[in-house]
């Protein structure tokens, strides 16, 4: 079969890109490619598009030619042509607090495997602002939506966008359209704790849930310590469980002050993510508590702050480059259609992370004698 230089309409000798006006960088067009390779436009578009078949040496020679001249495929043409951006939208409260800067930038990493482009969209966390967003027709700019809710809640499932492909990350909206996709849940709070239970702690305080959220990260963190002390003997007691709306710094270290204030005996303290707990581990040391005898700290997201605390932190690594890569895959089939139906929910791996944090106590102390006197 004759070969694609044989095919008609193959150009002429090489000719170099011509400068549309005087001290402008000339435009390299794939008429260009074509005439420095000495084969058909046709061909340089059917391999860049991976289409066609080809002998390897006419590939190469297509590919040397666009390295050497610097092609860069039209996109906007080419979204045109697809009905597609080749774009997919991420839409996170917040790029502070290190998960999210962690998930964006695994999101990106992922998808520029994929040749994927990924436009960050924060939305502070306001239920007005996530509301802005799904109504937005900046979306419609893109070809799908990998959106974290931080307001909205399983009530506002209507409010997705039925036109436009989305996967949410988090358990606030399943069950509907969308496919979610989770990291740590109450297994993993339930395996914390069964973490400290085995270093000697038995009165352990929970910083960081939200009263009445029922399906969110906090609700289902604080379910899988009730159960895993419940499988212990032992009631959660209600002065040990701090609530916390946001997860900085700040309220970590607020919270620990609630905590001494409130002068109830405790031996460790879960923090719902790594922010707070170095937020307690500051308040804890400067009233004069030592971690990790006699309180052990843990937190949640394995953040890069988490090693380097002192002592290092013991935290769940909640499989941050996993969700983005699920997330992805999961978008992708929405977009493609070679998945239908109703929103699947998709689960990430975990591990819990052993720092110095959680060592077990050196001493047989009772609970009365431990951390929980006002703080002065």
Not at 60 to 71: D, F, I, N, Q
Request: with cysteine; glycine share 10%; hydrophobic share 45%.
């Amino acid at each position: 079969m004759p070969d694609d230089e044989m095919r008609a309409g193959v150009p002429g000798p090489p000719s170099a890109p011509e400068a549309s006006a005087p001290g402008r960088v000339p435009a390299v067009t794939m008429r260009h490619v074509a005439a420095h390779a000495g084969v058909s436009v046709k061909t340089v578009s059917d391999i860049l598009r991976e289409t066609g078949s080809f002998r390897a040496s006419t590939r190469e020679r297509v590919l040397a030619a666009v390295s050497e001249l610097g092609y860069r495929p039209n996109a906007a043409a080419r979204s045109l042509r697809s009905g597609r951006s080749g774009a997919y939208t991420l839409a996170v409260p917040e790029l502070r607090l290190p998960y999210f800067a962690q998930l964006a930038a695994a999101t990106v990493e992922a998808a520029r495997e994929s040749g994927i482009e990924i436009v960050i969209e924060p939305t502070d966390g306001t239920r007005e602002s996530e509301l802005e967003l799904l109504g937005s027709e900046r979306l419609r700019l893109t070809d799908g939506m990998i959106f974290a809710p931080l307001a909205l809640s399983e009530a506002d499932a209507s409010a997705l966008p039925a036109d436009i492909p989305t996967v949410l990350l988090g358990d606030r909206i399943v069950g509907g359209p969308a496919d979610s996709v989770c990291g740590a849940g109450d297994d993993a709070t339930a395996a914390v704790t069964r973490h400290l239970l085995a270093t000697g702690r038995r009165r352990i305080a929970v910083i960081g849930s939200h009263p009445g959220s029922a399906g969110t990260a906090a609700s289902s963190r604080l379910l899988g310590v009730r159960h895993a002390l419940a499988d212990a003997g032992i009631v959660l007691d209600p002065a040990l469980i701090v609530d916390r709306a946001i997860w900085h710094r700040r309220d970590g270290a607020a919270a620990a002050q609630e905590l001494l204030r409130r002068g109830v005996a405790f031996d460790a303290v879960i923090a719902f993510n790594d922010m707070l707990a170095v937020g307690a581990l500051r308040s804890l040391s400067r009233a004069g508590v030592g971690v990790p005898d006699p309180v052990a700290v843990v937190g949640f997201d394995n953040s890069p702050e988490a090693a380097f605390t002192e002592p290092p932190l013991t935290t769940v690594d909640i499989g941050v480059q996993a969700i983005a890569r699920l997330a992805l895959g999961a978008l992708t089939d929405r977009i493609d259609r070679t998945v239908t139906g109703p929103g699947r929910a998709l689960r990430a791996d975990w591990r819990l992370v052993e720092r110095g944090s959680t060592r077990p106590l050196s001493g047989a102390s009772a609970p009365d004698q431990r951390a929980g006197s006002p703080a002065t």
